[in-house]
């Protein structure tokens, strides 16, 4: 069964720096990935979905990469900023019978970008 | 405007009284779910339709039912709720299995 890891569990930068926030599964073949942003008390906020096809994907600020046969994507964040501050969760779909992709979660990553 | 809505937000009851917390979207989309979010476990699945009349379990299906009538409308029942199901759910939907997941805003449920 597909386990995510996300380390490190809680994470504090000052503003404007660039950051990478990582992640790691135990079965390669997944067939997407996604990362979402929650915000206390919230929903979740899809962030990018990265193909099982594909490297990496951008968008503004944000680039997330995938490496299938290591395990691992990474989320860096350019130049943070307070509103940036979130738990950062990632997830990975895998095949789970009866023609079904099932979404694996992390436990996720608590940013805060002080100011 | 494109969106996954569920009610109520907030909602606290009294073991064994049955409720039902609803899920619509309308996006058109065939994959709804279902997750709860407890902390130290993070979201894990209770239920998904992979389209009407289509429904399995996830992987903590107990003391929950589900059904898919109509595209659009994804109902969570509790039969019989117990304090062990006081947590934060979740409904989400996609275009279909496996691509990406839009999520609601969250239930908040205490059941004392």
């Known amino acids: 069964k597909q386990e995510v890891t996300q380390i490190p569990a809680a994470l504090s930068v000052p503003e404007g720096e660039n950051l990478v926030l990582n992640c790691s599964f135990t079965?390669?073949?997944?067939?997407?990935l996604q990362w979402f942003r929650q915000d206390p008390g919230k929903g979740l906020t899809s962030l990018l979905l990265i193909q099982s096809s594909q490297r990496e994907q951008t968008s503004g600020r944000l680039n997330a990469s995938l490496d299938k046969s290591s395990g691992r994507s990474t989320l860096y964040i350019a130049a943070s900023q307070p509103g940036d501050s979130a738990t950062y969760l990632c997830?990975?779909?895998?095949?789970?019978?009866?023609?079904?992709?099932?979404?694996?979660f992390g436990k996720g990553t608590k940013l805060s970008v002080i100011p | 405007e494109a969106q996954v809505t569920q009610n109520p937000r907030y909602l606290i009851t009294v073991t064994g009284k049955k409720l039902t917390v609803t899920c619509s979207q309308n996006?058109?989309?065939?994959?709804m779910s279902w997750y709860r979010q407890d902390p130290g476990l993070g979201l894990r699945q209770i239920y998904y339709s992979m389209n009407v009349e289509v429904t399995d379990k996830g992987d903590v299906p107990e003391g929950y039912k589900v059904s898919r009538k109509e595209k659009r409308n994804f109902p969570l029942i509790l039969e019989s709720p117990s304090p062990n199901q006081t947590s934060l759910y979740f409904c989400?939907?996609?275009?279909?299995?496996?691509?990406?997941?839009?999520f609601g805003p969250g239930t908040r449920l205490t059941v004392t």
């Open positions: 997830a990975c779909y895998a095949y789970s019978g009866a023609g079904s992709y099932q979404l694996t």
């Open positions: 996006m058109n989309h065939e994959y």
């Open positions: 989400a939907s996609s275009l279909s299995t496996g691509n990406e997941q839009y």
């Open positions: 079965d390669s073949a997944i067939y997407n």
